[in-house]
């Protein structure tokens, strides 16, 4: 008797997908304005309804909750995409920077140093010390917490300070580091 249920549930479900779709992914392009993405959007909102159809269809207005499940997934994906932007403007807005005479062998050595260092501290460090840019900035850019880049950078630096075989860290990596592959080279 089970499977007459599932299958009237199903049933049921099917229908609904097949009436309201096209209509979420056309709310869904408008919320977000991205058409590739509407489609996507739709889809899981009404995987979201069907992980929970049971309660779904007893409720007054399914379709409502679908909506809401689309501008709830709408949002994340803006948000999702607001913050990824923030993170390229901040790392790209450093102006540019000229290094006369650059001494090629320690900035191999630094190279090599920060490719050892794991992704997470190598980010850290770069963007503290050779992009200067604030541990707030550093947080954000990354999507970790402000304690997070204070502790990763201090671990990559004394890395960096072991590896490199000196106490003392460069206080400034040469931005011309990260230009020839070395700190965000493919090691990760």
């Known amino acids: 008797m089970g499977t007459v249920v599932d299958d009237a549930a199903s049933a ?3 229908a609904f997908f097949e009436r309201h779709h096209a209509e979420l ?6 919320l977000t304005g991205e058409a590739d993405a ?3 959007l ?3 909102a009404l995987l979201e309804m069907w992980r929970r159809w049971d309660r779904v269809r007893a409720a007054d207005h399914p379709v409502a909750y679908a909506r809401g499940v689309v501008a709830n997934l709408a949002r994340t994906r803006i948000r999702s995409a607001v913050r990824e932007r923030r993170r390229i403007t901040l790392f790209w807005s450093q102006r540019e920077e000229k290094t006369e005479n650059p ?3 320690a900035v191999l050595d630094v190279q090599g140093a920060l490719r050892r260092l ?4 190598r980010a850290c460090v770069v963007l503290r010390h050779a992009f200067d840019l604030s541990e707030k900035d550093t947080a954000l850019a990354l999507g970790i917490s402000v304690g997070t880049v204070k502790s990763q950078t201090s671990k990559g630096v004394a890395e960096l300070k ?4 000196t106490d003392e860290a460069p206080r ?3 931005a011309t580091v990260g230009r020839t592959g070395g700190a965000g080279g493919r090691n990760r």
């Open 12 to 14: 049921e479900f099917h």
């Open 25 to 30: 992914a056309r709310f869904a392009h408008m």
């Open 38 to 40: 509407a489609d996507d």
């Open 42 to 44: 739709a889809a899981d």
């Open 103 to 105: 001494d090629v062998s």
């Open 118 to 121: 794991p992704f997470r501290k």
């Open 162 to 165: 072991r590896l490199l075989g």
């Open 172 to 174: 400034r990596i040469p």
